[in-house]
């Protein structure tokens, strides 16, 4: 299964890369995906899937287009 992964701001150094092309071993939820990127499971995300928020619970499909993003807030 291939997917999308675009990690954001100060992730892009946790992750070591800010986008790339996954061939994952077996189907994924979006939590697994952080972790499996190395995105500290204590870190506070937004994960979005293909333009659309979803849970860590949520399971990814092949072709998906992942961002990867840390809680931010500012006006």
Do not use: C, Q, W
């Not at 077996?26 to 952080?34: I, Y």
């Amino acid at each position: 299964m291939k997917i999308t992964v675009k990690l954001i701001g100060p992730l892009i150094y946790e992750g070591g890369f800010s986008e790339k092309t996954l061939t994952l071993p077996r189907p994924m939820t979006a939590g697994e995906l952080s972790a499996h990127v190395k995105i500290d499971r204590k870190r506070p995300t937004i994960i979005t899937r293909n333009g659309r928020a979803v849970a860590n619970s949520d399971t990814l499909a092949d072709g998906d287009r992942v961002v990867i993003s840390h809680i931010y807030s500012g006006g």
